[in-house]
């Protein structure tokens, strides 16, 4: 009988962590909350991150181009 009290006890534990997850869910799905966690994390930090990307990768064309038409860092070996 112990073990069927045991296996109670942690279905009930569980439908008690079950229901406060859906309630942090809910809580979280608000449409306030929803644009906070985008503001922080969502479209403006992933533009930021984009720009930074392209800028790099601009750089890095460049230096590119460079090397290849025979510019810096091409020296030829004798």
Do not use: P
């Not at 403006?44 to 991150?49: G, I, L, V, Y």
């Amino acid at each position: 009988m112990a073990t069927i009290e045991k296996i109670d006890k942690e279905l009930n534990d569980a439908k008690v962590r079950l229901g406060e997850a859906t309630k942090n869910l809910e809580n979280f799905m608000k449409e306030e909350n929803l644009e906070k966690f985008e503001k922080r994390w969502g479209t403006e930090a992933m533009k930021e991150e984009k720009k930074s990307l392209e800028a790099e990768k601009k750089e890095w064309g460049e230096a590119l181009r460079k090397f290849v038409s025979g510019g810096e860092g091409n020296e030829q070996i004798a």
